[in-house]
Nanobody, 119 residues
């Protein structure tokens, strides 16, 4: 079974920083992408950041220059470094793994971690 476990959420002041971690366990192929999504109350889940095996990244316009997604393959962990946090960043953040195998992919999700930005 593939499992993703997020951690690192919490309450921070505007302008503060937070680093989210997502530990992946289970058997996956060598071709995959990792991503972070977030969902605020009453809003749809949106892509925050994604990183492919080759290193290419994609960020939502609202977080460009503030958030950074990275991987530590040895630790099977993906991170989301969040700087200059704004109240609008408040949401539940979800880790996502898209695993490609034989021309198809499977999505795996973490349980989510709450990030609250407030003074």
């Amino acid at each position: 079974q593939v499992q993703l476990v997020e951690s690192g959420g919490g309450l921070v002041q505007p302008g503060g920083s937070l680093r989210l971690s997502c530990v992946v366990s289970g058997s996956i192929s060598s071709i995959y992408t990792m991503a972070w999504y977030r969902q605020a109350p009453g809003k749809q889940r949106e892509l925050v950041a994604a990183r492919a095996t080759g290193g290419s990244t994609n960020y939502a316009d609202s977080v460009k220059g503030r958030f950074t997604i990275s991987r530590d393959n040895a630790k099977n962990t993906v991170y989301l470094q969040m700087n200059s946090l704004k109240p609008e960043d408040t949401a539940v953040y979800y880790c996502n793994l898209r695993n490609f195998r034989y021309g198809v992919y499977s999505d795996y999700w973490g349980q989510g971690t709450q990030v609250t930005v407030s003074s």
